[in-house]
Antibody, heavy 122, light 112 residues
């Protein structure tokens, strides 16, 4: 079955960087996008970005643009999210999700990872 | 960015009764291809979000038919025909028309 397995929780100091991995299985990696969404404690969902499993094209939320980089490794069907210059308001659960298209330019997130908790604290 | 709003923000429900959530967008989500780029997600307590409805009215795979989505343009509705105890959680609408995807603030559904 389709699975997205995320790396474990991390604690970082302000100004540091964090990398989260999202290892996928059970589907053709290059035929789908990977989306990233985060959720601050007690808050709603916030989209971070998309990356194409096919060609690595990316699209980022303006709020994190310049601090976030999404990448993929097609040999291991794994997606990565790097977030730099961490601030306390980056404390959140970060989710990866498979993006499926049914019409050009549109993707829905149909399978989600369990989330990775990132805590930014001095 | 397109701003999404939801009402109510909290919805106590009785099992077996219907329930309805409204989502409004600050701009029309109707694409030139005729689809409304509006999705609904449910986040059950302690779980990851799950897709319920895509493109306004299409149930995702495995979603019970008691869930339905409707609406067009800027006004959308998620209906549960007969609420079950397992339907508790926070429901989010999300627009996918603009490159900057945005979620609504969420509607918390719990049992009365």
């Amino acid at each position: 079955q389709v699975q997205l397995v995320q790396s474990g929780a991390q604690v970082k100091k302000p100004g540091a960087s964090v990398r989260i991995s999202c290892r996928t299985s059970g589907y053709t990696f290059t035929s789908y996008e990977i989306g990233w969404v985060r959720q601050a404690p007690g808050q709603g969902l916030e989209w971070i970005g998309w990356i194409s499993g096919y060609n690595g094209n990316t699209r980022y939320a303006q709020k994190v643009q310049g601090r976030v980089t999404l990448t993929t490794d097609t040999s291991t069907t794994t997606a990565y999210m790097d977030l730099r210059s961490l601030r306390s308001d980056d404390t959140a659960v970060y989710y990866c999700a498979r993006g499926t298209t049914v019409t050009r330019g549109y993707y829905y997130m149909d399978v989600w990872g369990r989330g990775t908790t990132v805590t930014v604290s001095s | 960015d397109i701003v999404m709003t939801q009402s109510p923000r909290s919805l106590p429900v009785t099992p077996g009764e219907p329930a309805s959530i409204t989502c409004r967008s600050s701009q029309s989500l109707l694409h030139s291809n005729g689809y409304n780029y509006l999705d609904w997600y449910l986040q059950k307590p302690g779980q990851s979000p799950q897709l319920l409805i895509y493109l306004g009215s299409n149930r995702a795979s495995g979603v019970p038919d008691r869930f339905s989505g409707s609406g067009s343009g800027t006004d959308f509705t998620l209906k549960i025909s007969k609420v079950e105890a397992e339907d508790v959680g926070v429901y989010y609408c999300m627009q996918a028309l603009q490159p900057q995807l945005t979620f609504g603030p969420g509607t918390k559904v719990d049992i009365k």
